[in-house]
C-alpha cells in the first residue's frame, strides 16, 4: 500500500509526494519544476518504444507550454519540444536493468535526466538550434505537469521539496516510520541552522536544531540544556563536503543523525539528568510522538531541500535461506543465499542506491532438480565436476541449425571454455564443439535418439567431458586426446564453478536443471551396506549375508524423475532350520515372523512335540525362539539339551 505523504504550500497550493504515487493519465498535477525534481519509476524493456512522456504548464496559464517524451526504443532516445530535432539518442545510454527510477530536474538554463543514478542528459537550452528553446523552456515557468498517452510510467514522486519555512506550515509526517532527510550548502562557521520543530495531535512537543559553527553543534528541545544558547558539540564532526544531506532518525527511545552516510549523533533520550526540565526529554520525545513537522520559519537558515529518506522496495526470494527481505534505507548491502539443492541465478549482493533502486533486480534461487526456463548470458554458479547439467531442447532435425552452446567459466568469473552441440541441417547429423579442444565442428561419434524432445546430459570430470542424449552416451571426449595443449591446461581438473548460456550462439536450450539423481539408501545386513546417490538409468542390484534373507525387490532402477523403481528392500536376520531335537521321538511346529514356511526369520518360534512313546514326557526346551540367527531356548534357566521324548517310566 502506498503511503502519502503531503506538503502544501502556503502560497501556491502545491502538493508534493515524496513516496511513490500510481501514475493516472491525463490528471493536472500541481508541480514546481525548478523546486521539485521528479522523480519516475519503470520498467519498460529495451526496444518496447514504450514512452515517458510529461506535459508541463506554465505559472500563468492552464495551458500546455512544453513536452519532453524519453521513448524506450534501442538505444533509448529522448524529445524536447522547441529544443530537438526529432528523436536523438540519449548521450549516455541508462544502465540495463528493467526497473529503471528517472529524475527529471530542470533550471532555469537546462533539462537534465539521470536513470538508476547516471547522468543521461544535461540539456542547456543555449545550445540548441531553435530560438524557441530559450524562450519557452528558460527561467521559472513550470507549476504543473501531466502523463498524457504516457506508456511508461508507472510511479512518481518528488526526488527533493524545497523547503517553505514558514510559520504555520506544517507538515505531516510519521518521524517513527519515516526518516527525514535535509538537503544543505551551508558552510562551517557560517551560523546558519537546521531546525525542525515537532508536534503531535496540533501539540508543539519540541525541536531538533544543527548549526553551523566552526565544529558542528546540536540542541535538542527539552532535552539538553534548557538555554538554547548551551549548544554541545556532535559526538563526530560531519564530512568536510559543503553540499551535505543530513538523515534524522527518531526512534520510540533516541535521535539518530546522519550526515552524507556518516554517523554524527547517536542521543538516547534517556540519557540526560534527572533534575533536568524534570525527564521531560522521554516524557516529549519518547514512543511513537510526532506526526507534524515545520522548518522554523524565524531560525531555519540552512534547511534547503528535504525528503523522506529513500528506501528500496520489499522482496522475497523463494528458496532462499532467508526469504524475505523488507524495505531498506539507501547504503544497506544485503546478500542472498539459497537452501541446498537451490542454485542462485543472478547477483548474489544487493545494494541500496540513491533514490530508492536495488543495484540489480532481485536475483532467483532454482531448485537443482527441477526444470528452469534457459536465460541467455546468465551467470549460474555451477559445480560442473561435481553436479552434471541437464538441457532439455525439443528442436526439430533438418528445420535449422539450432544449437546448444554452454560457456564455462571459473571461480573468478573468467571465461575457460566451451561446449556447442548443433544439427547441421545442410549435412544432416549432429556435430559438436569444444573451445581449446577441437578445431572444427566434429560429427558426434553416435548419433542422438530420434525423438524431437530430448534431454542432454553434460558430464565433466577431471580429464573428459561425457554427453548423453536420452540415456544414450553420444560423446565421451578425453582431454588428453585432443592435439591441443590447451584442452587440458583450460578444461583439465576441477575447473568450472560458473554457466551461462550463450545468447549470440545458444538457439536450442529450453530448460536446464541438475542431472536427477536418486537418493543414496543403506541396507543393513545387505553384502554391499550403502549405495550411494545414483543417475537416472542406474541399475542397483541388493544381495543379503547368508545369515539374511531379502524381502522386497532385489533390483532397483533409478527413473527418470530422480526415484528408484520400487521401496528399497531390507534383509532381515535368519534362524536355520532347528535341528536340536530327537528326529524320531518329536516333532516341530513352527510359527513364522514373516506369516510364511520358508524361512525362519528373526522372531520365529518352533515348539518342539513328544509323538512317541504315546504319553511320553519331553525332555528339554520345548519351546525356542530365533533371535540373531540362532535358535534360542526360552526355557529359564536355560536348557541346551536336544529336546527329545521319553517313556514316563524312563523319567
Known amino acids: 500500500m502506498i503511503r502519502l505523504l503531503l506538503f502544501t504550500a502556503a502560497l501556491c497550493g502545491t502538493v508534493v509526494l515524496t513516496e511513490w504515487a500510481a501514475v493516472e493519465r491525463?490528471?493536472?498535477?500541481?508541480?514546481?519544476?525548478?523546486?521539485?525534481?521528479?522523480?519516475?519509476?519503470?520498467?519498460?524493456?529495451?526496444?518496447?518504444?514504450?514512452?515517458?512522456?510529461?506535459?508541463?504548464?506554465?505559472?500563468?496559464?492552464?495551458?500546455?507550454?512544453?513536452?519532453?517524451?524519453?521513448?524506450f526504443d534501442s538505444p533509448i532516445q529522448y524529445y524536447i519540444n522547441f529544443c530537438t530535432k526529432g528523436y536523438p539518442d540519449?548521450?549516455?545510454?541508462?544502465?540495463?536493468?528493467?526497473?529503471?527510477?528517472?529524475?527529471?530536474?530542470?533550471?532555469?538554463?537546462?533539462?537534465?535526466?539521470?536513470?538508476?543514478?547516471?547522468?543521461?542528459?544535461?540539456?542547456?537550452?543555449?545550445?540548441?538550434?531553435?530560438?524557441?528553446?530559450?524562450?519557452?523552456?528558460?527561467?521559472?515557468?513550470?507549476?504543473?505537469?501531466?502523463?498524457?498517452?504516457?506508456?511508461?510510467?508507472?510511479?512518481?514522486?518528488?526526488?527533493?521539496?524545497a523547503v517553505e519555512a514558514k510559520e504555520g506550515g506544517r507538515i505531516p509526517w510519521d518521524w517513527k516510520g519515516t526518516s527525514l532527510q535535509i538537503k544543505t550548502d551551508s558552510i562551517l562557521g557560517s551560523g546558519e541552522k537546521i531546525l525542525v520543530q515537532m508536534y503531535k495531535g496540533g501539540s508543539w512537543i519540541g525541536h531538533v536544531c544543527v548549526k553551523f559553527s566552526s565544529s558542528m553543534q546540536y540542541w535538542v528541545g527539552f532535552c539538553t540544556e534548557k538555554d538554547i544558547s548551551n549548544w554541545e558539540y556532535l559526538t563526530k564532526q560531519t564530512p568536510v563536503e559543503v553540499d551535505k544531506i543530513w538523515t534524522i532518525t527518531k526512534t520510540e527511545a533516541a535521535l539518530i543523525i546522519t550526515c552524507n552516510n556518516v554517523e554524527v549523533l547517536n542521543y538516547l533520550l534517556a540519557d540526560i539528568l534527572a533534575d533536568i526540565l524534570d525527564s521531560s526529554c522521554v516524557k516529549k520525545l519518547g514512543g511513537d510522538g510526532v506526526d507534524k513537522i515545520k522548518f522554523d520559519g524565524n531560525h531555519d537558515t540552512a534547511s534547503d531541500f528535504y525528503r523522506a529518506e529513500p528506501q528500496c522496495p520489499a522482496f522475497t526470494v523463494e528458496g532462499s535461506t532467508k526469504g524475505n527481505w523488507t524495505a531498506s534505507p539507501t547504503g544497506t548491502t544485503t546478500t542472498i543465499e539459497c537452501v541446498a539443492n537451490y542454485i542462485l541465478v543472478g547477483s548474489a549482493t544487493l545494494s541500496c542506491q540513491e533514490g530508492g533502486s536495488w543495484s540489480s533486480d532481485a536475483p532467483q534461487c532454482h531448485n537443482h532438480n527441477e526444470w528452469t526456463a534457459v536465460e541467455r548470458n546468465v551467470e549460474i554458479p555451477w559445480d560442473l565436476e561435481g553436479t552434471p547439467l541437464q538441457i532439455k531442447t525439443n528442436s526439430t532435425l533438418g528445420s535449422y541449425e539450432e544449437i546448444i552452446s554452454v560457456d564455462m567459466y571459473d571461480e573468478d568469473s573468467s571465461l575457460i571454455g566451451g561446449v556447442d552441440v548443433k544439427f547441421s541441417s545442410t549435412m544432416q547429423y549432429w556435430e559438436y564443439w569444444v573451445d581449446f579442444c577441437t578445431s572444427d565442428w566434429t560429427v558426434l561419434p553416435v548419433q542422438p535418439p530420434v525423438e524431437v524432445e530430448k534431454i542432454w546430459t553434460f558430464t565433466k570430470t577431471k580429464a573428459a567431458l561425457i554427453i548423453t542424449c536420452n540415456n544414450v552416451e553420444v560423446l565421451n571426449y578425453l582431454f588428453a586426446d585432443s592435439s591441443k595443449s590447451t584442452c587440458v591446461t583450460q578444461l583439465g581438473g576441477d575447473a568450472v564453478d560458473e554457466i551461462q548460456f550463450d545468447s549470440t550462439i545458444d538457439t536450442a536450450s529450453d530448460f536446464y536443471r541438475a542431472e536427477q539423481q536418486c537418493p543414496a539408501f543403506t541396507v543393513e545386513g545387505s553384502t554391499k551396506g550403502n549405495w550411494a546417490a545414483s543417475p537416472t538409468g542406474t541399475t542397483a542390484t541388493i544381495e543379503c549375508a547368508d545369515t539374511h534373507s531379502l524381502v522386497g525387490s532385489s533390483e532397483l532402477t533409478c527413473q527418470q524423475d530422480g526415484s528408484w523403481s520400487s521401496d528399497v528392500p531390507h534383509c532381515d536376520k535368519f534362524c536355520s532350520a532347528f535341528s536340536n531335537y530327537n528326529k524320531t521321538t518329536t516333532e516341530l511346529v513352527y510359527r513364522y515372523a514373516d506369516g510364511s514356511d520358508s524361512v525362519k526369520l528373526e522372531g520365529s518360534n518352533v515348539t518342539v512335540n513328544c509323538i512317541t512313546p504315546i504319553n511320553g514326557v519331553l525332555i528339554g526346551t520345548s519351546r525356542w525362539t530365533c533371535s540373531g540367527g540362532q535358535w534360542i531356548s526360552t526355557k529359564s534357566p536355560v536348557d541346551d539339551r536336544k529336546t527329545t521324548c521319553i517313556e514316563m517310566s524312563k523319567q
Open 90 to 161: 540519449l548521450p549516455v545510454q541508462p544502465p540495463v536493468e528493467v526497473e529503471k527510477i528517472w529524475i527529471i530536474t530542470k533550471t532555469e538554463t537546462a533539462l537534465i535526466i539521470t536513470c538508476n543514478n547516471v547522468e543521461v542528459l544535461n540539456y542547456l537550452f543555449a545550445d540548441s538550434s531553435k530560438a524557441t528553446c530559450v524562450t519557452k523552456w528558460g527561467g521559472d515557468v513550470v507549476s504543473g505537469i501531466k502523463f498524457d498517452h504516457d506508456t511508461a510510467s508507472d510511479f512518481y514522486r518528488a526526488e527533493w521539496t
Open 26 to 71: 491525463d490528471v493536472n498535477i500541481p508541480w514546481d519544476l525548478e523546486g521539485t525534481p521528479l522523480q519516475i519509476k519503470t520498467d519498460s524493456t529495451l526496444g518496447s518504444s514504450d514512452e515517458i512522456i510529461v506535459n508541463m504548464y506554465g505559472k500563468d496559464t492552464d495551458n500546455i507550454i512544453n513536452i519532453l517524451i524519453v521513448r
